[in-house]
């Protein structure tokens, strides 16, 4: 077996990160600044996500389109707000067909803009409303420091935009998009979030009300793994969305946009991984087992291969994404390697004494840390003890997750008390807070933010000044 060493997941943690996606055969990098190749491996996780999710998004009436690319740069000026927060990260295409151009393009940052221009076609009375569309697409935004999955200066995306009647119809709409994204990160990539509303000085640009779910990494830094917004009237109103409500009036429509990334991979790479490196969840892992046929002769190849066959052909008949791995170039130990490193959940081993005991040995990915243990499963029970055991390890990545977390969630009272084990040893703290603005922003001395309103009250009073607390925070150092 290789004997690859990766950092030390709990001294080194970024560099153990940057290992683990090149280990898992996950990306490259490009000759774009910025930018990453997504590799098949990495690229048939990013699939599961959209699988899952675009099917959730149908549910909610929402039907997918696309919009261009490049979006007129005047366009991005009409809502104030909204030109402010990203006119750092815009990238501006001035020059095409060998001249300059009369009129500048943006790269989209993000979509609103363009979409509520189409939208003013779309919409001119209420029986138009809700409008729900949603684009699969990538977006630039051009990023300092860059870091495959979590900070890239291109990444993909969904992002969804619906137009209603009232406010309430909108606020329902963006909290039920939260749900799914809360079913998806917990369900599926077995990580366990945090929902909650944004401060006003962390929403989306332009956004009346941001709400995110918050993760926990192992290293103990949050990740805003995606955003649901309920957008200003100001904002359709800039591009002239309005519509001729029942009672005759003209109104501008409540909108909502709501997003999740490619970001969600570096979310499961380093909730799940280990010192042995990617740990997949089985129910978003592209191979879910493997099974390694090991022989010595050409007639050991021939019965254990064929046996591996109906096996595999009895498991994908039951749902489950099997591959054999019968290369004769690689040492059983070699191959056993390959796949621990793309975090494939479980390995099927199946050799002549196998087939003499009319059995398998599975191993469980999640066990490759400590005992290595084996176990084994009859032939004519293999369909039902892979699923018992997929469904074991989803239990108990998740398990481990949310318990690693609590860990690392702190009741405080006062920065001074608190400030200093947050820059040391991250983690996330729940304190009270007065609402202002001005003491949300000394957490920058300790490289804290609040990542998201709570809708408790344990904490009497701010956490840095003496006024009443008017609710809960979570405060946190993040990605």
């Given amino acids: 077996m290789s004997t690859n060493t990766l950092p030390d997941i709990k001294t080194s943690f970024p560099e153990w990160y940057q290992e683990v996606i090149v280990q898992a055969d996950l990306v490259d ?36 389109a696309y919009f261009p690319l490049l979006i007129p740069e005047e366009f991005l000026r009409r809502e104030e707000k909204h030109i402010e927060g990203f006119a750092p990260e815009v990238a501006v295409v001035t020059h095409a067909g060998g001249k300059s151009l009369e009129e500048a393009y943006v790269i989209r940052p993000t979509s609103e803009t363009i979409i509520y221009d189409a939208f003013s076609r779309w919409i001119k009375s209420w029986r138009d409303l809700p409008l729900k569309v949603n684009q699969w697409a990538n977006v630039v935004r051009w990023e300092m420091r860059t870091r495959a999955f979590l900070r890239t200066t291109e990444f993909l995306w969904q992002e969804g ?56 990494m192992q290293d103990g830094k949050a990740l805003q793994m995606g955003t649901s917004h309920i957008l200003s009237q100001s904002f359709p109103a800039s591009f ?31 909730t799940h991984g280990d010192q042995q490196g990617l740990i997949m969840p089985p129910r978003i892992a592209p191979t879910q087992v493997v099974i390694v046929p090991i022989f010595k002769s050409d007639e050991e190849k021939v019965n254990t291969v064929a046996a591996a066959q109906k096996i595999a052909t009895e498991l994908r008949a039951a749902g489950v994404r099997v591959v ?17 490193a793309r975090g494939v959940p479980v390995r099927m081993e199946i050799g002549p004494k196998d087939i003499t005991a009319q059995h398998v040995v599975l191993v469980n990915r999640m066990e490759q840390d400590k005992t290595k243990k084996k176990t084994f499963a009859g032939f004519g029970n293999v369909v039902q003890d892979v ?36 820059d ?30 709570l809708n408790e009250n344990k904490h009497k009073s701010c956490f840095n000044c003496t006024s009443p607390s008017s609710r809960d925070i979570l405060i946190a150092k993040c990605y």
Avoid at 45 to 61: C, S, T, Y
Avoid at 246 to 266: E, K, M, V, Y
Avoid at 426 to 451: D, H, P
């Fill in 387 to 422: 699923n018992v055991l997929l469904e074991s390890i989803q239990k108990a990545l998740f398990d481990k997750a949310k318990e690693r977390r609590n860990s690392q969630w702190h009741q405080a009272d006062k920065l001074s008390e608190f400030g200093a084990k947050l």
């Fill in 240 to 270: 002239g969305v309005r519509f001729q409500a029942q009672d005759g009036t003209l109104q501008s429509p409540f909108c909502t946009s709501w997003g999740a990334t490619t970001r969600l991979i570096g979310a499961l790479i380093m």
């Fill in 424 to 453: 040391a040893d991250n983690g996330m703290f729940q304190v009270g807070w007065c609402g202002g603005q001005l003491c949300e922003l000394e957490l920058k001395a300790v490289k804290g933010t609040i990542r998201c309103l």
């Fill in 29 to 64: 990098t490009s000759p774009t600044r910025g930018c990453f190749i997504i590799k098949p491996n990495g690229y048939a996780v990013w699939e599961g996500i959209q699988r899952i999710l675009d099917e959730k998004i149908k549910q909610e009436g929402v039907e997918n």
């Fill in 324 to 340: 054999i791995d019968a290369d004769e170039h690689k040492t059983p130990g070699a191959k056993f390697y390959h796949w621990e």
């Fill in 161 to 216: 935009h619906t137009a209603h009647a009232t406010y309430e119809e909108a606020r329902a709409m963006s909290l039920t998009m939260l749900e799914h994204y809360r079913q998806l990160a917990e369900e599926y990539l077995a990580i366990p979030v945090v929902i909650g509303e944004k401060t006003p000085y962390e929403r989306f640009p332009g956004a009346d009300t941001t709400f995110t779910f918050e993760g926990l």
